[in-house]
């Protein structure tokens, strides 16, 4: 009950020490500890940790709660903490340059949809186009294989497993004799476990518009099914 409510009356944000709203109040729930803080500070602490769960505020909600994506971040609303997730309040993950992004990206950022084991994230992605990824390592799949993310495709993924999902999802195969539908599953309920916004099939439709994305999770199965088949494949050639 304490880690549901609003524990500190600070008007001011704990890192940058700037005056924040009531209502723009976000923390993650996986970061330890788990102070509230600003939008700012939450997306440049969380540059290298997109998977995180997070919580924002009132006039967040009521944008987001138009758009439902990934439900999983979350947000004070004068009542309680809101979910909503890093992609949606402006995280862009750089892929291939580090830590920092790259001057001269091979293309503009768009929208990856990635199984973690906190649930499926949809993030926007900018990958590195500079000298640091000279020759095959500007190709977008092996940028996203050196940050630990197996793309479901060679050419322009649109959908990626991260390693530590697909060994989590081995050893239970093993040890627990858990399905890879019912994992798939869990992850759904992770993501939205209310189903408010059933997953649909098919590639996210983006506004003419605007970037934001219209529907929620996507259904993933049968790409993740086949990348399990491939991430056993290739730990029994490695052997």
């Not at 998977?51 to 439902?68: A, D, G, P, T, W």
């Not at 906190?118 to 993030?123: A, D, N």
């Not at 997953?199 to 970037?211: L, M, Q």
Request: charged residues 20%; glycine residues 6%.
């Amino acid at each position: 009950m304490r880690l549901d409510a609003k524990l500190s009356s600070d008007s001011t944000c704990p890192r940058c020490k700037e005056p924040i709203e009531e209502t723009d109040i976000f923390r993650c729930v996986d970061c330890i500890p788990m102070h509230p803080e600003c939008k700012a500070c939450t997306l440049a602490r969380h540059a290298l940790e997109p998977f995180h769960r997070v919580e924002v505020s009132n006039k967040y909600y009521h944008y987001l709660s138009n758009s439902k994506t990934d439900l999983r971040c979350q947000n004070w609303n004068g009542v309680f903490w809101e979910r909503t997730s890093l992609g949606k309040i402006g995280l862009v993950v750089n892929l291939g340059h580090g830590a920092g992004q790259c001057p001269f990206p091979s293309s503009s950022p768009r929208q990856v949809q990635v199984l973690d084991i906190h649930g499926i994230s949809t993030l926007t992605v900018r990958f590195c186009g500079c000298s640091l990824s000279l020759g095959r390592n500007s190709q977008q799949y092996i940028q996203m294989l050196r940050s630990r993310w197996f793309p479901a495709t060679v050419g322009s993924p649109a959908t990626a497993v991260t390693f530590r999902c697909l060994d989590q999802v081995c050893h239970l195969n093993n040890q627990g004799k858990i399905t890879g539908y019912d994992y798939y599953e869990s992850l759904m309920h992770a993501t939205d476990n209310v189903e408010l916004d059933p997953p649909k099939v098919g590639s996210p439709f983006i506004s003419r518009t605007t970037i934001e994305l219209k529907s929620v999770v996507q259904k993933r199965y049968d790409e993740f099914m086949r990348l399990i088949r491939l991430w056993k494949h290739l730990h029994l050639l490695k052997r």
